[in-house]
């Protein structure tokens, strides 16, 4: 079974499907077995199979959980609704925010999300805080609206002849998604031009995490690279990002975790590799106390020096790959401490498209540190005032810059860094 480590409790991860074999059945008829596999029983016992056979906690907080299924079969549903609330019920018995019930529509975002694409024109919008108007953000890069040339600050007026005025950016975005292949027709206006009508073709896009590029502070090159959160595409974006900046040169990089939720374990094991060469990562115990450890395996990419930004919204995938460059002194870890999530889930789709999030392992850091409830203590602590923060993060363009306080802090030991470097830097380390 597929593992993946994620956020906080609004976590965000892979889509697994997990097939599994219900037993403890009745014998039934095969009139009779397609009724019970149309029952909103059904998912209620497939998802109660999963719990027992993978939860992290064989005593399931104290639970009787065989008799909690009796109870559960026991019940009489008129719905699939019913049903569900009858599941999540349960499961809120584990007391375990991270092991939690999707219905179809839920697990089908939480897919599109984790899936690292959506499908659709590839513009973000917002309302004119003066006008109201619905107003373009940015289009997603290699996207048809950036295709189609529109830009930051443009104006939606029509959507398929229907007027936006008044209209929510939920309502519009509802509006501007379709199936993959199908047109939507926007009317568009540019500043107090006359308005252009836009015809663009709905596809799959893939959603960038990643945001890079080259500062150069008091005659050095330095790397800043931010990751939002650890989709199926995140290893991918951020090796692109290490080859592009190691191609202009850099002496070094800040890679920004700050506020990423986590994500796909893979993803964080994939990235560590390209900043280790050699060395623990993880390790992960399972409930019958089985331990998985993996490590470095001489792919790194640079071994130019590294300072990782982290905060409090830092969780899960964030603190695992944090951890691996800390305890195998790879990085100077700088900001405040991080959320302390050191779970581990998978997530099963149900047959009827529902899905199950579970906790299955315990992780632990290389030096043997359980983070869990106590998060990752930075090398060096900066910190910022909230009223500062909250200015900082509605402003997203002033991350990475000198109006960023932590990244000036972090500026700071990446310089430092760079002058302890010894000559050989830049050279992986071939031993």
Known sequence: MAKIATGSPAEKALAFTSTLTLVGLPVLTTAAWANWQDSPKTVVDEAWQIVSDTYVDPNFNQVDWTAERQTLLGQEYISSEAAYASLKALLAKLDDPYTRFMTPDEFQAFSN??????????????????????????????????????????????????????????????????????????????????????????????????????????????????????????ADQIEQAIKGLEQQQ???????????????????????????????????????????????????????????????????????????????????????????????????????????????????????????????TPDVVSESPDEAQRELWMHPDRLGTEQDAQYVSAITQLQQAIAAAPLAQGRLNSQ
């Open 250 to 376: 850099v002496e070094g990089y800040v890679l920004d975790l700050r506020n990423n939720p986590g994500g796909m374990l893979d993803q964080a094991i994939a990235i560590a590799r390209m900043w280790l060469n050699k060395g623990a990562i993880v390790r992960t115990v399972d409930r019958d106390g089985d331990a998985e450890q993996v490590t470095a395996n001489r792919t790194a990419i640079t071994d130019k020096p590294l300072v990782v930004l982290v905060n409090g919204g830092s969780a899960s995938a964030s603190e695992v790959l944090t951890g691996a460059l800390q305890d195998d002194h790879r990085a100077t870890v700088v900001g405040t401490q991080t959320f302390g999530k050191a779970l581990v889930q998978s997530v099963n789709r149900l047959h009827d498209g529902s899905g199950l999030n579970v906790t299955i392992a315990h992780y632990y850091t290389p030096s043997g540190a359980d983070i869990n409830h106590r998060g990752i």
């Open 113 to 234: 999300q984790t899936s690292g694409q959506l499908v659709g024109v590839g513009i973000q919008l917002t309302l004119d805080p003066d006008t109201n108007a619905l107003t373009v953000v940015q289009p997603i890069a290699d996207s048809p609206a950036m295709a189609a040339d529109v830009q930051p600050g443009d104006h939606i007026v029509q959507i398929d002849g229907t007027l936006t005025q008044g209209m929510t950016t939920e309502e519009a975005a509802n509006l501007i998604r379709g199936q993959a292949g199908t047109t939507v027709n926007l009317l568009m206006q540019r500043h107090d031009t006359a308005p252009f009508a836009v015809t663009l073709t709905r596809a799959r896009i893939d959603i960038p995490v990643v945001n890079s590029g080259l500062r150069e502070i008091n005659g050095q090159r330095i790397g800043y690279i931010r990751l939002s959160e650890f989709n199926a595409h995140s």
